[in-house]
Structure formats: structure tokens, C-alpha cells
């Protein structure tokens, strides 16, 4: 499948703070996708990216499809406490077979 | 509308039993599919359908893996003999595709899988 690398692996924050995480891969995409995964659950989608440079919002949350369309960055702002979690980027690939990254674990300490 | 609805959430067996994941896909989805998370390999997708029918199995790990979908509203994910490195979450997601743009993919909460 389709390699997805997401960075960093980790992220330890303080409440307040501005987080960015990016994702990479060697193939050019048309359509980028950001979720969340909070402990015990499936994860759900934040914001979907569809057309090159295109930069979108959902509350605290900012993605960016990036110009080559081979990355897609997401950055929260003034992170709370309910952003833990393990975030994801994705894409469907020629198929729609839907492909992840390899995931951005999020600690915030209140 | 209830979600993805994956059974049981939790399964506890022994290396060699036969394990059978359960998954209802949102009613009116065309495409529903089976991931595989660990700590290791992140989020796999093993396997995934087309009203119903196989696209893509290249993910399924080897022959003890199986999944099938019978009709629209239900698919199974098999494992015999199961193995203790079969240990993780499976994730079931259905979604339904339209024009150009992708629509939403929707989990389960997943089935939580331990062979001992």
C-alpha cells in the first residue's frame, strides 16, 4: 500500500500552546484527509482537503493541502485538554482503498 | 442514524481457535472495509468491498484471514487458526462515494482482539 509518514511521532504540549504536524509521501494525491482517534475509538474525520494550496478551517484547526500534493500539514491552535489523542492523515488512492499515516500522538498537560 | 456497528467489542481466545468479527455498515453505504490497528504497524487495511463485492485483498495478512459480505447491511472478518500475533483492533469503515470528492469514512468502534 500507499506509505503515508507522518511527523512527529509524538508531541508532548502544554495547554495554551500551538501544535503542527505535517505528513508526507512519495506519490502525488488529489484528495488529502485529517482524523482523530481518542482512546477506544474509531477514528473520526476533522477536515478533508480536496485541491492543491487549498487551506481549511474547522474551529481551532487548520489543514493545508500542500502545492506538490505530496503533503498536508495540520496545525491546532491553543490546544485544550480533549485534543489528546492519535491524529491521522489519509487519502484514497486510485482505487478508494483509503490509506493512513502512520499517526501524530498528542499529549496535552493541563 | 446509528453509526458503524462492529460485535463483540472485546474477544479473549486461545492460539488455534477460529475468531469471526462482526460488522453493520451505515445502511445506504457503498463501500465498507477492515483495518487492522497495533502499536507496530499503525492502521492496515486488510480488505475492502464494493456493493458487496471484493476490490482489494492484498492487505489480508495470509490464507488464515478471510472476510466476506453477504448482503449490504453485513460483513464478517474470520481468523483460523488464530495466532497470538493476530493481537489487535480490528476496524470496520463504510462510506458512500459520490462524484469527484470523497465522502466521509465512518469506523466502528472496533473489536478488540487478544489470542493468548
Known amino acids: 500500500g500507499q506509505q503515508l509518514n507522518q511527523s512527529p511521532q509524538s508531541m508532548f504540549i502544554q495547554e495554551g500552546e500551538d501544535v503542527s504536524m505535517n505528513c508526507t509521501s512519495s506519490?502525488?494525491?488529489?484528495?488529502w484527509l485529517w482524523y482523530k482517534q481518542d482512546p477506544g475509538e474509531g477514528p473520526v474525520l476533522l477536515i478533508a482537503?480536496?485541491?492543491?494550496?487549498e487551506l481549511t478551517s474547522n474551529g481551532r484547526l487548520t489543514a493545508q493541502f500542500g502545492i506538490t500534493r505530496k503533503d498536508s500539514f495540520l496545525n491546532i491552535s491553543a490546544s485544550i485538554p480533549s485534543d489528546v489523542g492519535i491524529y491521522f492523515c489519509?487519502?484514497?488512492?486510485?482505487?478508494?482503498?483509503?490509506?493512513f499515516g502512520t499517526g501524530t500522538s498528542l499529549t496535552v498537560i493541563p | 442514524d446509528a453509526g458503524v456497528i462492529q460485535s463483540p467489542r472485546h474477544e479473549v481466545t486461545e492460539m488455534g481457535q477460529e475468531v469471526t468479527l462482526r460488522c453493520k455498515p451505515i445502511?445506504?453505504?457503498?463501500?465498507l472495509f477492515w483495518y487492522r490497528q497495533t502499536m507496530m504497524r499503525g492502521l492496515e487495511l486488510l480488505i475492502y468491498?464494493?456493493?458487496?463485492?471484493?476490490?482489494?485483498d492484498s492487505g489480508m495478512p495470509e490464507d488464515r484471514f478471510s472476510a466476506k459480505m453477504p448482503n449490504a447491511s453485513f460483513s464478517t472478518l474470520k481468523i483460523q487458526p488464530s495466532e497470538p500475533r493476530d493481537s489487535a483492533v480490528y476496524f470496520c469503515?463504510?462510506?458512500?462515494?459520490?462524484?469527484?470528492?470523497?465522502?466521509?469514512?465512518?469506523f466502528g468502534e472496533g473489536s478488540r482482539l487478544t489470542v493468548l
Open positions: 469503515a463504510s462510506i458512500k462515494l459520490y462524484g469527484k470528492n470523497t465522502g466521509e469514512l465512518f
Open positions: 468491498f464494493n456493493n458487496n463485492v471484493p476490490i482489494d
Open positions: 445502511s445506504g453505504h457503498d463501500y
Open positions: 506519490s502525488i494525491f488529489n484528495t
Open positions: 489519509a487519502t484514497p488512492g486510485d482505487g478508494n482503498q483509503f490509506y
Open positions: 482537503l480536496y485541491k492543491a494550496g
